[in-house]
């Protein structure tokens, strides 16, 4: 097995002394072969490859987030072109030529920095050299870093050059920007794409270089290194470094947390539980011991930020999910995620992610993470669209005792988004006029939308009703007729076949069944449109055969346009003081709709 101080291709620790100069871990840590690259196997792979073959381009574009291996794949490439036993994909790193590139002394191996020498000069300096032969090896290899900072002149005077360089010319163009290199570069190169890495990977990376150190790590600590990294590996280096640097002979979560200024993972728990059980008065303790041991609120509210997203994760996706996380971190998750909705994950994660931006503007960064959540931990739940319809019927219900009871509902029962204190307000009985006295059969059970029944107000409805009739399909004391009753059978069969496309069809009734046409009042003239659309009256024509037993020809009408007659005298203010009732308008609100007519309840009841 190949020893940690022989996989990094560099002496663990030179120089102890504490006169002499300290290379850093990530320093020493730098792969040397292509063998030795962490995450990139899609690179190194294609590279071996292309040298084993003889199939290597003239010019490489490097692109991917910084750390992850984009210069030091460029100098493994630029030694295996020069070594001694190249062009070979295994470069000895002992040959004077690899020697040279490795310590970064070599004459055939220009690094340029494309930020610093962006100008049009600094490239003509450059290109002049490209006609030169090697001074001792077989290329003269040119890395450009973050070349996305080049200038357009810059790029101009290159094009020519990089699109037919001399046979010895070999050009790496690396970037952290790969979308702003014009296409005319992009064109004339081969690209690799270099991956963040992933964290499982890190964190045995950084283990092979805590051994190497002669010390010791737990799991956790690394994996809040490779957390805190985001998928840099050299920044992970750093940051292993640093926590080096800050412990003795062991290397744990505290000492990590310690040196790198990182919010304690208990307190970040701690408050993700209090806004989970929404006490925000424990939510606002656990800011307060954060901020008492320093920690910035920015970086604790990203650790929260982080907690929530596993969890919406974990609610819509499961553990496969989170395998960038170790098993007891998943299981942890699990226990806290259980039976919290991830719909109310998604609201908690965007309330934090408003603060967090406010934070950064903020000159009282601790003041608006407090508030934000505060916020979180008293929103209501979220209600299912289903529960919210029966809530809004059983309010309707309510608005009016009919006599029957069980209408209204239970004490606190109140819609999203709406306080206790206004839900009384919105169940209290508008002033109507008393309506002239009912006519036709089952008047003495009639009642205009002034009366009361029970001593309790008649609350107005937002649906159209249809009038009186001789076969009994309306309103009467009589009860509902059978014509009706069929109705009221075929439409249940309708709408669960489809309940989008036959929902106007809820509240019709039928008004008389002459000959061959069955005519059915309906809730205003855009659901006559609807509902006479030829597939959909066809297949309301079908149900009507098979409930009926006969043919008919479906009539839409709706109650006090001419075609049957007006329900009573005083629709119009009916209708008006039915859309200023705070019920009606909080129903509309609710649910997006309009209210498309107005009838009383007890017309409208079966």
């Not at 496969?320 to 098993?327: E, M, N, T, V």
Request: net charge negative.
């Amino acid at each position: 097995m190949t020893d940690e101080r022989e996989l990094f291709g560099q002496p663990a620790a030179p120089g102890r002394g504490a006169g002499a100069a300290y290379q850093v871990l990530a320093r020493r840590a730098r792969p040397q072969t292509f063998a030795d690259v962490v995450g990139q196997e899609h690179v190194t792979q294609t590279l071996t490859n292309a040298l084993t073959t003889g199939r290597l381009a003239h010019a490489f574009v490097f692109s991917g987030m910084r750390g992850v291996g984009k210069t030091t794949t460029a100098r493994i490439l630029a030694k295996a072109l020069n070594c001694v036993e190249g062009p070979t994909a295994q470069p000895c790193n002992r040959c004077p030529s690899c020697v040279e590139i490795t310590e970064g002394r070599s004459l055939d191996v220009l690094e340029v920095d494309a930020a610093s020498q962006t100008g049009i000069d600094a490239t003509r300096e450059l290109l002049e050299t490209v006609k030169y032969q090697p001074a001792s090896g077989r290329f003269r290899v040119y890395i450009i870093d973050e070349a996305h900072g080049l200038s357009k002149q810059a790029v101009d005077a290159f094009l020519k050059t990089l699109e037919e360089p001399p046979p010895h010319a070999k050009f790496i163009l690396a970037t952290t920007a790969v979308h702003k290199l014009p296409t005319t570069i992009l064109s004339r190169c081969q690209r690799f794409d270099f991956r963040s890495v992933a964290a499982d990977t890190v964190v045995r990376t950084l283990d092979a270089m805590v051994r190497s150190e002669g010390m010791q790590a737990d799991e956790e600590a690394l994996r809040a290194i490779a957390r805190e990294a985001g998928g840099s590996l050299r920044d992970a280096t750093s940051l292993l470094d640093q926590v080096l640097a800050f412990s003795a002979g062991t290397v744990d979560a505290a000492a990590v947390n310690a040196a790198l200024g990182l919010p304690d993972e208990r307190a970040v728990r701690e408050l993700a539980g209090a806004v989970i059980a929404r006490k925000p008065g424990e939510a606002l303790e656990a800011v307060a011991r954060v901020c008492a041991q320093g920690v910035d609120m920015a970086r604790f509210g990203q650790a929260i930020l982080e907690r929530i997203r596993n969890l919406t994760v974990l609610a819509v996706a499961g553990r496969q999910s989170l395998a960038d996380l170790a098993p007891a971190e998943v299981d942890e998750l699990e226990a806290a995620q259980r039976g919290v909705p991830a719909a109310d994950l998604q609201r908690w994660f965007q309330v934090l992610l408003d603060g967090l931006e406010e934070i950064s503007k903020s000159p009282y960064p601790r003041l608006v993470l407090e508030m934000a959540v505060v916020h979180m931990a008293t929103l209501a739940p979220l209600v299912p669209l289903d529960e919210l319809v029966a809530r809004l019927e059983a309010l309707e219900h309510g608005g009016g005792d009919d006599g029957r009871g069980g209408g209204r509902p239970q004490r606190g029962a109140t819609p999203p988004g709406r306080s206790t204190a206004s839900a009384p307000a919105a169940r209290a009985p508008v002033a109507t006029p008393a309506p002239p006295a009912a006519t036709g059969a089952g008047s003495a059970g009639a009642r205009g939308p002034g009366a009361q029944v029970a001593g309790q107000p008649a609350a107005p409805s937002p649906v159209p009703d249809p009038p009186p009739n001789g076969n009994g399909a309306g309103g009467g004391g009589g009860g509902a007729s059978p014509e009706q009753a069929r109705w009221k059978s075929l439409v249940d069969a309708l709408q669960r076949a489809s309940a989008s496309r036959f929902f106007r069809l809820s509240y019709s009734k039928v008004v008389e069944l002459r000959g061959d046409v069955l005519r059915v009042a309906v809730t205003g003239k855009e659901a006559i449109n609807a509902l006479t659309a030829p597939d959909v009256r066809s297949q309301i024509e079908d149900a009507i055969e098979r409930e009926f037993g006969r043919r008919l020809t479906f009539d839409p009408v709706v109650p006090g346009d001419g075609s049957v007659p007006s329900p009573t005298a005083n629709h119009a203010a009916l209708d008006r003081q039915a859309r200023e009732d705070p019920v009606v308008q909080l129903s509309v609100e609710i649910l997006e709709g309009r209210v498309e007519g107005v009838l009383p309840r007890n017309r409208r009841e079966d």
